[in-house]
């Protein structure tokens, strides 16, 4: 089994910024790439950022420029730095990580649990 255990989230004010980090641990034998979501109320969950193993990126639109992901492939572990943030960026965010379990080299796709971001004056 593969476990994600998300931190970081929290209340800030536009215009702040927050740190999220995201932990994988369990049964990994490779991680092909982790990536950040976030939901919103009322809405369909959507891809902020991805980090695949040889750091290639990508990003949303509406936090390209504000946000960046980086990962320790050492501690399994993907981070979002996120500045100058706005309103319409509270929502719910989940990392996620793809890749392949020391269970017969089974893939799998793990998601967390989530951690809240709210950015409200």
């Known amino acids: 089994q593969v476990q994600l255990v998300e931190s970081g989230g929290g209340l800030v004010q536009p215009g702040g910024s927050l740190r999220l980090s995201c932990a994988a641990s369990g049964s990994i034998f490779s991680i092909n790439a982790m990536s950040w979501y976030r939901q919103a109320p009322g809405k369909e969950r959507e891809l902020v950022a991805a980090i695949t193993s040889g750091g290639s990126t990508n990003y949303a639109d509406s936090v390209k420029g504000r946000f960046t992901i980086s990962r320790d492939n050492a501690k399994n572990t993907v981070y979002l730095q996120m500045n100058s943030l706005r309103p319409e960026d509270t929502g719910v965010y989940y990392c996620?990580?793809?890749?392949?379990?020391?269970?017969?080299?089974?893939?799998?796709?793990?998601w967390g649990r989530g951690t809240q971001v709210t950015v409200t004056s």
């Open positions: 996620r990580s793809e890749g392949r379990s020391t269970d017969r080299y089974s893939l799998y796709d793990r």
